[in-house]
């Protein structure tokens, strides 16, 4: 079964570093979406991406936070100068975007730790 | 946006039928409703979704009254793997159909 994949599983980074997660959607799906949850918290929307730009992005999603789909699998999310509370799960979902509320398939997360 | 309000916890026993009972009182007429379930350091995954009346899969069933302000999981026969946080939602509007999550219903199965 086709399924959404994500690396690192766990990253750690000094506050003020760049980060990138790494995210392969499954292949024939056309939407793309970044979630974070922070430890004991709900999961928030970050970002949507479709036909290779932003379609919609949460108040969380500042200028510090950039996606990117650099070739044909995989989809990225950087975040330039991380903060202590950027420390979350990141979760990448896909979706095929052939009936209005379709299922989205996420991935296993990557736990981001800030120190 | 529709908002969407469920018991914070529930516990049950192996072997019992769980329903989780979710009220969406703002719901609109072309929004559906979706449950997702998740496990600790999991992602979410889709369980059921349905639009009104009642759905079935192999995992779940889905109960929707006609006035469509509330829905109710039911999980047959719940066995301890089926702990996990349980979500019910409405869509998030915007183009894109983003998931707007709730705090959830932890279910917690003991033997």
């Known amino acids: 079964e086709p399924e959404v994949t994500q690396t690192p599983s766990h990253q750690v980074t000094q506050m003020g570093q760049e980060v990138i997660l790494r995210c392969v959607p499954i292949s024939n799906h056309l939407y793309f979406y970044w979630y974070r949850q922070i430890l004991g918290q709900k999961v928030e929307f970050l970002v949507s991406f479709y036909n290779n730009e932003i379609s919609e992005k949460s108040e969380i999603f500042d200028d510090q936070f950039s996606v990117e789909r650099p070739d044909g699998s995989n989809f990225t999310l950087k975040i330039r100068s991380t903060k202590l509370e950027d420390s979350a799960m990141y979760f990448c979902?896909?979706?095929?975007?052939?009936?209005?509320?379709?299922?989205?398939?996420f991935g296993p997360g990557t736990r981001l730790t800030v120190l | 946006l529709a908002k969407t309000t469920q018991p914070i916890s529930m516990d049950s026993y192996e072997g019992q039928e769980v329903n989780i009972t979710c009220s969406h009182n703002n719901i609109a007429t072309n929004d559906y409703i979706t449950w997702y379930q998740q496990f600790p350091s999991q992602g979410p995954r889709f369980i059921i979704q349905?639009?009104?009346t009642k759905v079935t899969n192999e995992v779940a069933s889905l109960f929707i009254p006609a006035d469509r302000k509330s829905s109710t999981l039911s999980l047959p026969r719940v066995s301890l793997s089926d702990t996990a946080v349980y979500y019910c939602?409405?869509?998030?509007?915007?183009?894109?159909?983003?998931?707007?999550f709730g705090t959830g219903t932890l279910l917690a199965v003991q033997p």
């Open positions: 939602l409405v869509p998030g509007g915007g183009a894109t159909n983003k998931l707007i």
């Open positions: 349905g639009y009104k």
């Open positions: 979902a896909s979706s095929d975007g052939t009936q209005l509320y379709n299922e989205q398939f």
